[in-house]
């Protein structure tokens, strides 16, 4: 079960609603990362209090552990985690080169040791597919080779040519209830970001993503890429950006007309203590909130703001404890949830770009000599 | 503010009701432990939805970090922690000895470097009740001298008068509004512990608790010391035997007249993978709930076990996800208030022996292969 419906524009920015099989998501969103079943730190209660309509599992991890046919006996991903909404799951293509030991990366498909106990594993477009068919992912990623930036010309190729002959095999192998996306390659090369496009709607998705960018390619050029590729997209699918977190860059993506973001920038960062609030980043253990008895985020209607303290939220990282990363993950979470719902009124009212550049302006006003 | 009365009598068990600056506690109560100003893992939203009515703090943590003073500035450690109900504090006697190298202790106080810094500080019983002072604490402890067990006779001696002679010296120097308990030493020797008991009684506390037990001792003497302390205590002012959290020495110390008690085991336990449940302990780890899709504890309410399967909180903890120890902790704690809200129901209604053996007989009943 898939539909998606674009319901207002502005530009090249639009909402829209997708429905699938656990429910709807209206777009453009932001779905939290919960790798392995969970978004960490949370519940799934407070996730769906945050205003979370889906969540991004990793099908390299959960066919490791607790493996996919545990969660099929469970029911599926989304019962397993008690998550009575969709779940996103990424093919694991990622993962294989960053996580594992890659053996061999061959047209059959991709040869890896486990990072967790060294057992040897083969990743096929066809195993990859039934793997998130057994998950019962709402929606299904095609495996993909994702190489790292910078790489060269003829590796960049070489990558996009197999990812492509990877999605057709996705795509042949996929039963009738799976909600398959592609995934467009080929690199900082825009030639074969066009190509891998062109591609990949001939063999006609149910969405269709961008892999392989903010890995650290200057911001300028992922925007020109994004730009191009979605230009070359079926205006009636959704399209997915993976792996962009800052708000600026989400807020790049969707005035160029994308749809979907995930990230584990929030709850990563709300982990090591940098928390995003509305006049930018605040990293709690400064000395300087040792003494601050006001809000993390004035602005901000989570319970960690409503609640607790900056000094107190300081004391609870220094200390060590776990609800300080507990807050600032929830607290986080909510401020990526906030900025979509901002985002996706400001399109429906017409007023994205002024919107968008009123709170860049006042996001970017504070802490420059805290950015990472 | 301190008033407490006794409502039902069962034998020598009562129930009472305790009145606090922050709020009323039920008693018999078991007060989770948020010795940093925080119960590990727990919003205190969490705390108050699971039943808790008051929490322990410790003095000799809050002192060196985030410091009293601090802690006084945001209002107190109720405000500072965003629990508006009462907090007891330890007075950090039993951290001195065990957590901070300890360099001398004379009957001027107890000399030690921080844990966390190596920096030296003079515990005197005088700086003990300031600090709690300024912590805003609903109860404040006597600074004690808590031998280890075993300890020899003249040890245990020296530690009781020494005792003695602070308890006096907090008790001089506490102000009008401190509700401040004694602590009774002595270690295993009854009749230092007669001894302790009839010397503190003389200076009039509002409260009195059993120190210097649960160490290690056998259980038999442990109950036997319950019995003979607490009935040389005045009958209408609150008895509290610290650190005792396994069910069967809470249910034999209610038994024998004990109102309060608090202890890390469950929550401490939670974050290591063991449950309490109404059929005994449940280490999640065990590879036999890998495919246990039944909750945790049938007979149990809490968001953990309405929630989520065994196998699932198993994967939690096999993944090293902080969700997991956060759920087992949420339920361990819900079990221990269960228990006293048992308690106190059973005591009511007169047939506290009776309640008390049919839960340990189904408590006892399993996983006895799994007993640490």
Not at 160 to 165: A, K, S
Not at 171 to 200: H, M
Not at 329 to 357: K, P, S, Y
Request: with cysteine.
């Amino acid at each position: 079960m898939f539909d998606y419906r674009i319901e207002r524009t502005d530009g090249l920015a639009r909402t829209g609603r997708m429905e699938l099989p656990h429910g709807t998501v209206a777009t453009p969103c932001f779905m939290p990362v919960g790798t392995q079943g969970t978004v960490k730190t949370l519940t799934p209660a407070e996730l769906a209090d945050l205003g979370a309509e889906i969540v991004v599992g990793n099908t390299y991890h959960l066919y490791l552990r607790p493996g996919h046919r545990r969660v099929h006996a469970a029911g599926g991903i989304s019962r397993f985690m008690a998550w009575d909404r969709p779940v996103l799951t990424d093919s694991g293509g990622y993962q294989v080169y960053s996580l594992a030991a890659l053996s061999r990366v061959t047209d059959e498909g991709a040869l890896f040791q486990s990072h967790l106990d060294g057992s040897r594993h083969l990743f096929t477009p066809e195993l990859v597919v039934e793997v998130q068919h057994a998950l019962g992912s709402d929606i299904a990623m095609c495996l993909d080779e994702c190489p790292p930036y910078p790489v060269s010309r003829p590796n960049a190729e070489t990558a996009q040519g197999r990812t492509t002959l990877w999605a057709r095999r996705c795509r042949a192998a996929q039963s009738a209830e799976t909600n398959l996306f592609g995934i467009v390659q080929g690199a900082t090369y825009l030639d074969l970001r066009r190509r891998s496009a062109v591609e990949l709607v001939e063999l006609g998705f149910a969405g269709y993503a961008l892999g392989g960018l903010c890995l650290g390619e200057p911001s300028e050029l992922t925007r020109e890429i994004v730009a191009e590729v979605a230009a070359l997209l079926p205006a009636d699918r959704p399209r997915y950006l993976m792996g962009a977190g800052y708000p600026e860059d989400i807020i790049a993506a969707v005035e160029r007309g994308v749809d979907m973001f995930d990230c584990v920038l929030p709850t990563r960062n709300g982990r090591t203590g940098t928390a995003f609030t509305s006049t930018g980043r605040v990293v709690i253990r400064n000395a300087k909130y040792a003494d601050d008895f006001t809000p993390l985020d004035e602005a901000c209607d989570c319970y960690a703001c409503r609640t607790f303290t900056r000094a107190y939220l300081r004391h609870l990282f220094i200390a060590g404890e776990s609800l300080g990363p507990r807050l600032l993950t929830l607290h986080n979470v909510r401020f990526f949830l906030n900025l979509m719902a901002t985002i996706r009124q400001a399109i429906a009212r017409g007023e994205f770009l002024h919107r968008a550049r009123a709170f860049l302006s006042k996001y970017r006003s504070a802490e420059p000599a805290e950015e990472p």
